[in-house]
C-alpha cells in the first residue's frame, strides 16, 4: 500500500487544521453524537444548533446509478491496463455492494453517505430502498439526502443555468421533500445536526423565481411532520444565477442567506483551464480559498460554509467532445495518488470548517464518470497510457491506477494525525 509522503506544515498551520476522522471512528462503533433516535422530534427553534468542540463529520456523495452509468463512458475503461468499477460488481440495487461500501468508507472514517435523489427518475430512487437501506451493517454508517434540485421542474438540463421556482415547480418541490421526510427521516441512521435531519440541495446556485417561498413552503410543510429541517444549498461557485436568472459572479446573498448552511458540489471549472492540471502549480486552491472568503464576506458570517474536497477530476471519456483539462490526482508530479486529497483538506476544508455546520464533505465516493470517486478498486498497474490513438487523450499523460484503497489510505493518514475542529469559526 503506497501512503502519501509525511507534510510539513507550520505551527500556525498545526493549530488551524482539523479533522473528522477521530470523531467518525468513535461515531461508527456506537452512533454520532448528531444522530437522534428515530423517535427523538426535532426542537421548535429554526435556529443552528451549537456544536462548538465537536469534531465534525466527514461525508461523501454517493450515487445509485450502476452499472448503468457505467456505459456513459468512465476513464478506468480506457486506461491500459484497465482499471476502475467492475459492472458485475457495482449493482446499485443489489445490498452486498452498499454493505461493501459501507466497510470500506468506515473503516477510513467516512461517517455519512450522502445519497443522490431525483425528483424525475425513481428507478434510481427505489434502489435507495432495495439496495443500500437493506445494507447488513447499515448501522455502522449514517446518510442524509442529496436532491437533484435542477431536476425538479422537469427533466434535467445539462449545464442549465436557471431553475425558476414556478408554482407547478414548488409544489413539486413540497411534495418531494415530504417524500424524503416520510421515507427517511425516521431511520435512526439518518443524519442530524442538533437534532435536525439534513438535506443537500445541489445546484441551488441555479434557482430563480419564488426562491423563498419555495424554501419557506418546505420548511412549513416539514415542520408539520415535526422535523426542523438542516438545509444544506449549494451556492458556491465561480459563477451563478442572479434573480433574474443572469449569470453573475457575485455571491447572490438574497438566496444564500435562505439555507443552514452553503456548500458546493465541485469546484473544477472548464472554463478556467488555468486552474486544470497539477494544483501545485495552477492556483487552484488558493482560487479556491479565495472564493470561499469572498461569501464570508458577503454574507458576513452569516451562513456557516461546509467545506468540499475532490481527489482529482477527468471527465474525458464521459465527455469527449469537450476535450475538458483534466485535474490529476497527484498534487505534484512525481507526488503520490492522493496528494490533492490530502492537500485539499490541508489548505481548504480544515481551515474552513464552521463549528455551526461541522461538516466536510467528499466529492465524491463513486462518481466514476467525472472520475471523483475515492471507493476502491482491484489494484492495478500505474499508467499514463490509455487507448485512444495517442495514448494520452483520456490520461493526458497523467498517471492512473495504481494501489486500489490509496485515496482511503489519506484519509486513515490524516485521522492518525489526531487533528481537531476549531472552537470558533475560521475568520
Known amino acids: 500500500m503506497t501512503r502519501p509522503a509525511p507534510r510539513e506544515r507550520s505551527a500556525h498551520a498545526r493549530l488551524a487544521l482539523l479533522l ?7 461515531a461508527c462503533r ?13 426542537p421548535a427553534s429554526p435556529t443552528p444548533s451549537s456544536t462548538t468542540n465537536r469534531l465534525p463529520l466527514l461525508g461523501a456523495y454517493y450515487y445509485s446509478w450502476y452499472p448503468d452509468n457505467l ?7 480506457h486506461l491500459v491496463p484497465p482499471a476502475g468499477p467492475d459492472p458485475a460488481t457495482e449493482i446499485s440495487a443489489d445490498p452486498a455492494t452498499a454493505e461493501r461500501s459501507i466497510a470500506q468508507a468506515a473503516s477510513a472514517g467516512i461517517n455519512f453517505f450522502a445519497l443522490d435523489w431525483w425528483p424525475n427518475r425513481p428507478e434510481l430512487d427505489q434502489r435507495i430502498d432495495t439496495g443500500f437501506l437493506q445494507a447488513s451493517n447499515l448501522s455502522s454508517i449514517h446518510f442524509a439526502v ?4 435542477q431536476a425538479v421542474g422537469g427533466p434535467a438540463v445539462p449545464y442549465q443555468v436557471d431553475t425558476p421556482m414556478t408554482p407547478a415547480a414548488k409544489a413539486a418541490l413540497v411534495a418531494n421533500m415530504v417524500s424524503i421526510a416520510k421515507d427517511y427521516f425516521a431511520n435512526p441512521q439518518y443524519l442530524r445536526i442538533g437534532g435536525r435531519p439534513v438535506l443537500f440541495w445541489y445546484l441551488t446556485r441555479t434557482m430563480t423565481g419564488d426562491v423563498a417561498g419555495a424554501v419557506q413552503a418546505v420548511r412549513s410543510a416539514l415542520s408539520a411532520l415535526g422535523y426542523n429541517v438542516f438545509l444544506v444549498g449549494d451556492e458556491i461557485f465561480w459563477r451563478v444565477t ?3 436568472g443572469a449569470t453573475v459572479t457575485a455571491p447572490q446573498v438574497w438566496r444564500a442567506k435562505l439555507f443552514d448552511a452553503l456548500t458546493w458540489y465541485n469546484l473544477y471549472d472548464a472554463n478556467q483551464p488555468s486552474l486544470a492540471g497539477y494544483a501545485s502549480s495552477s492556483g487552484y486552491l488558493p482560487a479556491i480559498n479565495g472564493l470561499i472568503s469572498t461569501y464570508k464576506t458577503a454574507l458576513g458570517g452569516s451562513v456557516p460554509i461546509v467545506p468540499d474536497v475532490i481527489p482529482g477530476y477527468n471527465d474525458r471519456a464521459t465527455r469527449p467532445t469537450e476535450h475538458h483539462p483534466a485535474i490529476p490526482r497527484e498534487y505534484s508530479p512525481g507526488a503520490p495518488d492522493g496528494s490533492l486529497l490530502q492537500q485539499m483538506f490541508d489548505q481548504v476544508a480544515l481551515p474552513n470548517v464552521d463549528p455551526r455546520a461541522p461538516i466536510v464533505m467528499i466529492t465524491s465516493w463513486n462518481e466514476w464518470n467525472e472520475q471523483t470517486a475515492i471507493e476502491p478498486v482491484s489494484s492495478t498497474a500505474t499508467t499514463t497510457t490509455d487507448d485512444s490513438p495517442s495514448g494520452t487523450a483520456y490520461t493526458q499523460g497523467y498517471p492512473y491506477g495504481g494501489p ?7 484519509l486513515r493518514q490524516l485521522a492518525e494525525g489526531g487533528l ?3 472552537a470558533s469559526p475560521s475568520p
Do not use: H, K
Open 71 to 77: 456505459a456513459a463512458g468512465s476513464l478506468g475503461s
Open 420 to 422: 481537531r475542529a476549531p
Open 20 to 26: 473528522v476522522v477521530l470523531f467518525v471512528a468513535s
Open 404 to 410: 486500489g484503497d490509496a485515496l482511503l489510505a489519506t
Open 30 to 42: 456506537g452512533g454520532a453524537p448528531a444522530a437522534v433516535p428515530s423517535g427523538t422530534r426535532d
Open 146 to 149: 442529496m436532491y437533484e434540485t
Open 242 to 244: 442572479d434573480a433574474a
